[in-house]
């Protein structure tokens, strides 16, 4: 214990956290010039024109958060950013959401408080390290010094080591002051800076679960690629042996037996189609729009087809508008009554857009039994979309699928 | 006949050249890749180039993009394009110019030795060759024209039969029907898709083309 407090002064820690305090000063400065421009924009958003004003400070303070992390790394801090906030929903909302977001304003609080803290910590660090070491040496300046301390208040070359004493009682007890405020600023770094661990554990999970899906989307498409060039080449294969085998043999029985064969091939082939179809449609290897064409090439309901898309959806993505669609088609051929349907898929700001109307009875609704739209909205929700179902009875009915563009 | 063969699977590769031979269809190239086809066409101008559609080096839709070229450099040269799956889009492209002398079949289909060899023939004699999988799921679209949607069932089912490049009398086989009830069906479908009286094989291409069009 004694041992520890007589080498605080020359520990590492005491000096990385004097480091830490003066590079702090670098973001702290710029930030607490932010958190005033914050408290101006508090004011002026009650006219409401400071609010863009306040979004923008509330960005920046993110940003600020961001660089807090550069000096936090002399002591060996470090922290998640908190998740940005989603920009899938259109400018408006976008506002709103960074207005309302806490870790920007628990960001720009720490703005404020900060300077304080870090500029008396380093202000203490560096004078009582200079005073100390001055006060440390005064022996040997008053020695070196011809004229002593001046004439009025010299203490005499044996008073000097008085200082000597108070030099040595300074440098023991600064590295604990200094500890003192780095642990307060270290709670601070706690509560205002670090996402709370339920924000960090959501980012977690939506991380790993867009992993999941995007790992499932590339398992399924190559289970699909290793059937058809594996599995439904060899069956070809085999067909054409049987074939080949009946073009040379003459007994009726034989031939019949041969032919026979040949038919339980081509049935197995046709069931393996099937299967691949229900897995990971092949079509999509071809485009998202070439994979609804063909969809709606085979519902028995007209559908009126628009697709409006500039950028090709993620795997994980593109099977999920791709499979929401069939379903949605099959519902129109089966409960609606529909004689004809529309369908539209395009892109709104930050999300993809499907859209698929009829003319049918309506009355569809998300827990309706047999319809499956309770799936869908489960299929929509686990790559964060909605599904909006909009069927007043006797119709007509919209059903509308949106799925973020980004995880 | 002569015939060219692409396909990458070298098992499939070498099963179908062996099934050409036994019936007496000479294979002058038998090639892993579109590109391959291509020059295999170029250089042995055979009657027929089979072609598999996904191929290297993408494994998308090689094969379609091959036999396009080889109908707008060497037409003399009958298509038959091979899918693992239906895909009406590229039965469109392949049909989008001419129909004559063009196929698209599953590639389920080559286990029925006898009508693979049959449709080989009917291609090369000029003839259209669609998988009946293929015509189901553009008729099943085809409603919206309003000409299509005047059709009977008995019509529909005939005009995809008409689709899969099947005279009347093989139809009439096949619907087990009079040879001259199917000619009256088959004139009742021209009149209601108001196709001109020309020479009856360009209207029933035309009828054809009906269906595929609606949906472009």
């Given at each position: ?50 609010l ?58 720490y703005?404020?408080v ?30 070196l ?103 040379r ?85 089966r ?21 698929v ?6 009355g ?36 509308t699928?949106?799925?973020p563009?980004?995880? | ?32 890749n ?33 036999a396009?070229r ?7 040269t ?77 019509e ?6 008409i689709?899969?490049g ?28 108001d196709l ?21």
């Amino acid at each position: 214990m004694i041992r520890r407090i007589l080498l605080a002064p020359v520990g590492g820690r005491t000096w990385r956290e004097f480091g830490y305090v003066l590079a702090s000063l670098l973001p702290a400065v710029p930030a607490f010039a932010l958190a005033l421009l914050g408290a101006v924009a508090a004011v002026l958003s009650l006219f409401t024109v400071g609010l863009p004003l306040l979004v923008g400070v509330l960005l920046l303070a993110r940003v600020a958060n961001q660089a807090f992390r550069w000096p936090a790394r002399i002591v060996g801090w470090h922290w998640p950013l908190p998740p940005p906030v989603r920009r899938d929903q259109g400018r408006l909302r976008w506002a709103r959401a960074v207005l309302l977001d806490g870790a920007g304003w628990r960001a720009l609080l720490y703005c404020f408080v900060t300077l304080p803290v870090t500029a008396l910590a380093a202000y203490i660090a560096a004078v009582s390290l200079a005073v100390g070491l001055a006060f440390l040496t005064s022996p040997i300046w008053w020695w070196l010094t011809p004229t002593g301390f001046g004439e009025i208040d010299d203490p005499g070359w044996a008073g000097t080591w008085l200082y000597v004493l108070q030099a040595v009682g300074v440098l023991l007890v600064w590295p604990w002051f200094l500890r003192l405020l780095v642990s307060l600023d270290r709670v601070l770094v706690r509560a205002l800076l670090e996402p709370s661990p339920d924000r960090t554990r959501i980012a977690e999970l939506q991380t790993s679960r867009a992993l999941l899906a995007a790992d499932a989307a590339t398992v399924l498409s190559r289970l699909e690629r290793d059937l058809h060039d594996g599995t439904q080449a060899r069956l070809v294969s085999l067909g054409v042996t049987l074939g080949r085998i009946r073009h040379r043999v003459t007994d009726p029985e034989v031939r019949a037996l041969v032919a026979g064969a040949q038919e339980t091939v081509a049935d197995a082939l046709g069931e393996l189609r099937d299967i691949v179809r229900g897995i990971h449609p092949p079509a999509l290897d071809a485009g998202l729009p070439t994979a609804v064409a063909t969809l709606a090439a085979r519902s028995p309901v007209p559908v009126e087809t628009a697709v409006e898309l500039t950028s090709e959806p993620p795997a994980a993505t593109a099977s999920t508008l791709y499979f929401s669609l069939a379903e949605l088609l099959t519902n129109v051929t089966r409960h609606a009554g529909a004689t004809r349907a529309r369908l539209r898929l395009a892109e709104a700001p930050g999300c993809f857009l499907l859209e698929v109307t009829d003319d049918g009875r309506g009355g569809a609704t998300l827990d309706g039994g047999g319809t499956g739209l309770a799936g869908l909205a489960c299929r929509a929700a686990a790559l964060d979309g909605t599904l909006r179902v909009d069927s007043p009875p006797g119709g007509p009915t919209a059903v509308t699928m949106t799925l973020p563009k980004e995880g | 006949m002569r015939a060219v063969i692409a396909e990458d699977n070298p098992l499939l590769r070498d099963g179908i050249s062996l099934l050409l031979t036994d019936h007496g269809i000479d294979v002058v190239g038998a090639v892993d890749n579109a590109d391959g086809a291509v020059a295999a066409v170029y250089e042995h101008r055979p009657d027929v180039a089979v072609l598999d559609v996904r191929m290297p080096p993408t494994h998308t839709d090689e094969g379609i993009r091959a036999a396009i070229r080889i109908r707008t450099d060497r037409p003399e040269t009958a298509v038959l394009v091979f899918s693992q799956w239906v895909e009406t889009s590229y039965a469109r492209q392949l049909l989008a110019d001419d129909t004559a002398r063009v196929g698209y079949l599953l590639k389920d289909r080559i286990v029925s030795t006898d009508a693979f060899i049959e449709a080989l023939h009917r291609l090369v004699g000029g003839g259209t060759v669609l998988d009946p999988e293929v015509v189901r799921q553009l008729l099943s679209a085809a409603a919206i024209d309003a000409g299509l949607a005047r059709l009977s069932d008995r019509e529909r089912e005939i005009l995809g039969l008409i689709a899969e490049g099947r005279s009347n009398v093989a139809i009439a086989e096949t619907l087990h029907l009079a040879g001259r009830s199917v000619e009256k069906h088959v004139s009742a479908i021209f009149t209601k898709l108001d196709l001109p009286a020309a020479d009856a094989d360009n209207r029933r291409v035309l009828a054809v083309l009906r269906y595929l069009n609606t949906h472009r």
